[in-house]
């Protein structure tokens, strides 16, 4: 079956820094999210992305965070300034028009 | 805003014994609905999905869910459970047409242990 593909795994990173995760979506897929879960609690809605444009943000994505497809391959999710509550688990999924998300395996992102 | 309820934070069952995950949902029209899993390591993979019609749907691994209006639940079941089945479950709602496409809004999650 076809796979999400996230990287890193795990990423560690200190307050302030600028971090970017990494999702190769399913390559005939035409829409692209972010998911993200702070432990212990649900899973979240970020954002919708298609035709290169975002579709849907949560009241989380703030001017903080970014998406972008930078090429016909990569989805990439970039936070500017990190805070210590963006600690979590970042999905990336896509979808083609069947409403079928496939979710990558997750980056947990520790903010120090 | 739709929510989702997942009553049942961590459920042990023995293997070979039937399963029941409980989910209710909070939406003003029919949702679409959807079951997933997570096995450690693991991306959360799709089980099964409902949209419309019959109100029982069939999913991979043997499971399947029923979508009660009367109750705005959709209960995940399995007649009998292996230890592979071991992961955590995520229902999910997802508002029906309109302008949020693939906007899912997850439950909390049940952690499902088996043992032998």
């Known amino acids: 079956e076809p796979e999400v593909t996230q990287t890193p795994s795990h990423q560690v990173t200190q307050m302030g820094q600028e971090v970017i995760l990494r999702c190769v979506p399913i390559s005939n897929h035409l829409y692209f999210y972010w998911y993200r879960q702070i432990l212990g609690q649900k899973v979240e809605f970020l954002v919708s992305f298609y035709n290169n444009e975002i579709s849907e943000k949560s009241e989380i994505f703030d001017d903080q965070f970014s998406v972008e497809r930078p090429d016909g391959s990569n989805f990439t999710l970039k936070i500017r300034s990190t805070k210590l509550e963006d600690s979590a688990m970042y999905f990336c999924?896509?979808?083609?028009?069947?409403?079928?998300?496939?979710f990558g395996s997750g980056t947990q992102l520790s903010v120090l | 805003a739709q929510s989702v309820t997942q009553p049942d934070i961590h459920i042990t069952v023995s293997e070979g014994a039937s399963l029941e995950l409980r989910c209710n949902y909070s939406?003003?029209?029919?949702?679409?609905l959807f079951w997933y899993v997570q096995s450690p390591g693991q991306g959360l993979q799709l089980l099964l999905k409902?949209?419309?019609?019959?109100?029982l749907v069939q999913g991979i691994k043997g499971f399947e869910a029923e979508f009660k209006r009367s109750q705005s639940s959709f209960n995940l079941r399995k007649p009998s459970v292996h230890w592979s089945d071991a992961a955590e479950y995520f229902c999910a709602v997802e508002g029906a047409g309109g302008t949020s496409y693939g906007k899912l809004t997850f439950g909390q999650g049940t952690i499902l242990t088996v043992h032998p």
């Open positions: 409902y949209f419309s019609g019959d109100t």
């Open positions: 999924a896509s979808s083609d028009q069947e409403v079928k998300l496939f």
């Open positions: 939406y003003g029209a029919t949702p679409y």
